[in-house]
């Protein structure tokens, strides 16, 4: 029997429940929602999650269209999912938990006597931590961006292959492969022994069909490679960056991008233009090292020194 909450399942068996993580303000139980798929055969045990931005719903389709399409009967291992982990503000569609307006991946590994996040991340790392390998659904929030997996260990840490690898295996076609800021579950979970990798896939308000398709494949990738199901991997070349640079406004206006995302970029290329209300130019910002154009903002306002877009650099192919 495995259990995960309120999930209880016996090997070919799925069953789904809530894993309870306190009380909201009425003081009825906080559960998030959780599910078990117990294969019939031995084999690697799987965690997934998805909506940790709770404003990321793209992990959270998925989730929805992977689940369907598990049978126990021909699955080799076990499969953890918790659906929504950032409770609070998918509540609200927003991306911080309103509770304690923190972001859930800065508070990993979590504390079980602490904040309202901090007591979510500890709930959710306990499964992490007890698996093989996880998968830490995200997406670039509202802003556009790639569909691309993150590692997030580091290249010098001695798990750095063991995600790599995970992250091609995945095969979003983009990777970046940069050590991420504290209290991101793919940096903690990675100090436990166990390889993680963050997809992003994509950016987008609501839910992204195609990123949606391109994450479905990458979990059906993992499962294939690792032995929990018998088929073929969806494999697709890969473009990884080890560095990310982000671009600011110099001065305020309305963004006119000069690339579209996924286009090479050359050192001086001109990224993005800003202009005044009347339409005159004011300023030109270009490209610092050649690499590729990743995720941009979707809103075209900006104030002087504001976020605009960020271009992955030091590439390598697979
Ligand atoms: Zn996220």
Redesign the pocket.
């Known amino acids: 029997m495995v259990t995960f909450g309120t999930a209880s399942a016996a090997p070919g068996e799925i069953d789904t429940g809530r894993l309870e993580v306190g009380e909201s303000r009425d003081g009825s139980p906080v559960g998030l929602p959780v599910a078990v798929v117990n294969g019939a055969a031995d084999g690697k045990t799987l965690y997934m999650q998805a909506a940790?931005?709770g404003d990321?719903l793209n992990g959270v389709g998925v989730v929805q269209q992977v689940l369907p399409q598990l049978d126990p009967d021909e699955l080799s291992g076990t499969i953890l999912v918790c659906g929504i982990v950032n409770y609070h503000a998918f509540q609200v569609a927003e991306h911080r938990n309103p509770i304690d307006d923190t972001k859930m991946?800065r508070a990993y590994p979590g504390d079980a006597a602490g904040t309202s996040s901090e007591r979510i991340a500890a709930a959710t790392y306990d499964a992490a931590v007890s698996a093989d390998l996880v998968l830490d659904l995200?997406?670039g929030?509202t802003s556009r961006m790639l569909d691309e997996c993150r590692v997030r260990c580091g290249t010098r840490h001695r798990l750095h292959e063991e995600c790599l690898e995970m992250a091609k295996v995945f095969g979003c076609g983009y990777i970046l492969d940069q050590k991420g800021p504290d209290g991101q579950l793919a940096r903690a979970a990675p100090d436990e022994g166990v390889p993680t990798i963050d997809p992003e896939l994509g950016g987008c308000v609501g839910w992204d069909e195609q990123s949606i398709q391109t994450g479905v494949e990458g979990v059906f990738n993992v499962l294939t490679h690792y032995g929990f199901l018998n088929g073929t991997l969806n494999k697709r070349p890969q473009t990884r960056a080890t560095g990310f640079e982000q671009y600011g406004s110099p001065n305020g206006g309305l963004v006119d991008f000069k690339v579209e995302l996924g286009d090479r970029l050359s050192r001086g290329q001109t990224l993005f233009e800003v202009t005044d209300v009347f339409g005159q130019p004011k300023t030109e910002v270009t490209a610092d090292s050649p690499g590729i154009f990743w995720r941009s903002r979707r809103l075209p306002q900006v104030a002087t020194g504001e976020y605009v877009c960020s271009v992955g650099t030091n590439l390598d192919t697979y």
């Open positions: 940790s931005d990321e991946n995200h997406q929030s």
